[in-house]
């Protein structure tokens, strides 16, 4: 009844304190239902994966550790592809080089097809 403007009615203030009451139990209920479910979850997941009624989760390690193979096995490939491709050059260049400052050849048409096949 309290002291309230609007007068209620004893058996209309006994219905709102119920439903207070109901919805407080729901909330409560709810609420520990929440806890169980977080607490129980990690047994309940280890006995289905045992059953056999949930697959246990996949591993994700051994995608990363194929991705990080397949990245080092490309990058060394391209490496020793750009090696190669210098070091041939770097040994034409040399051999061009040392075919031109030769003066056992004499012929300069011999010396001039000796570069372009190296060069090539």
Same mark, same amino acid.
């Given at each position: 009844m309290g002291f309230s403007r609007h $007068?209620?009615?004893? /058996?209309? =203030?006994? /219905? *709102? +304190?119920?439903?207070? #009451? @109901?919805? $407080?139990?729901? +909330? &409560?209920? &709810?609420?520990?239902a929440r806890g169980t479910r977080d607490a129980a979850a990690p047994r @309940?997941?280890? @006995?289905?994966?045992? @059953? #056999?009624?949930?697959?246990p989760p996949a591993r994700k390690w051994p995608w990363v550790a194929g991705a990080i193979g397949a990245g080092l096995a490309l990058?060394? &490939?391209a490496f020793y592809m750009w090696y190669r491709q210098r070091t041939e050059s770097i040994g034409e260049a040399l051999l061009a080089d040392e075919l031109l400052d030769d003066p056992?050849? =004499? *012929?300069?048409a011999l010396s001039e097809e000796l570069v372009d096949s190296v060069s090539r």
């Open positions: $007068s209620t009615t004893p /058996a209309r =203030e006994a /219905a *709102d +304190h119920f439903t207070q #009451g @109901v919805t $407080s139990l729901k +909330h &409560a209920g &709810a609420v520990a @309940v997941n280890v @006995v289905l994966a045992k @059953v #056999g009624l949930k697959k990058g060394g &490939a056992g050849i =004499e *012929d300069r």
